[in-house]
């Protein structure tokens, strides 16, 4: 699935299940050596898709252990984006000469719970959601918002390091094309010497999923 968002260039794996052979260095099973089935699985397969992806760069397997608030930890020179939910796992990554930052997120394709919507969006974000709920009601443009949204913090925070929270971004759909804008309300930071003011990305809706993904190339 997640192909079909990304330009040419960066490297990707992805998973439907968790194979038998998806394996961990010892220092990551010492990160989850306590946690439930599911938390080992999630992060077993994800860190299993990214090692395919980084194959697909010829760089050698390593260990991908989380950083400041949760971030991988990638190799030197790889730049690189993970994400997982019920039913799929994905990893992107490019080399770091070429592609600036990633973001990916996948999420059950199914309304939030309640509430969670008037916490994640801002009111331009509803009133188009509304509009596009009413043109298209089979498609749930609130877990599309969130997961754009999760894309856009994953692009965001290696640049800067600082949280970004889902009021400091506004994003605008393009139902036709599966694309979206976000333009960012938290000023003061920078990428390639010019102001970090937004990110560009795509979007699906398949295999009951949401899948969302940015990629950022460097300038030539």
């Known amino acids: 699935m997640i192909e079909e968002l990304l330009p040419d260039g960066p490297s990707w794996a992805e998973a439907f299940d968790d194979p038998a052979d998806a394996t961990l260095f010892p220092e990551e099973e010492a ?35 989380p950083g400041e608030r949760g971030a991988p930890k990638w190799p030197d020179g ?16 490019g080399q770091a000469g070429k592609v600036l930052t990633v973001g990916i997120d ?23 959601l509304h509009d596009l709920s009413t043109t298209d009601p089979d498609t749930h443009w609130d877990r599309i918002l969130f ?33 979206f804008t976000a333009r960012l309300l938290k000023t003061g930071h920078s990428a390639e010497g010019e102001p970090l003011t937004g ?6 809706v398949g295999n009951d999923l949401v899948v969302s993904a940015i990629v950022r190339l460097r300038r030539n």
Do not use: N
């Open 199 to 204: 990110f560009h990305g795509r979007w699906l």
């Open 106 to 128: 996948a999420e059950p394709h199914g309304p939030l719970p309640d509430g969670v919507l008037d916490v994640v969006s801002r009111p331009a974000e509803r009133a188009q």
């Open 78 to 93: 790889v730049v690189g984006s993970m994400t997982h939910c019920a039913g799929y796992r994905a990893a992107v990554v």
């Open 147 to 179: 997961s754009c949204k999760e894309s856009v913090y994953k692009a965001w925070f290696p640049l800067t390091g600082e949280w970004l929270g889902f009021d400091d971004a506004e994003l605008s759909f393009d139902a036709g094309s599966g694309e």
């Open 31 to 65: 990160v989850i050596a306590r946690a439930v089935d599911k938390r080992r699985r999630e992060f077993t397969t994800a860190r299993h898709c990214a090692r395919r992806a980084m194959a697909g760069l010829g760089v050698a397997p390593a260990p991908l252990l």
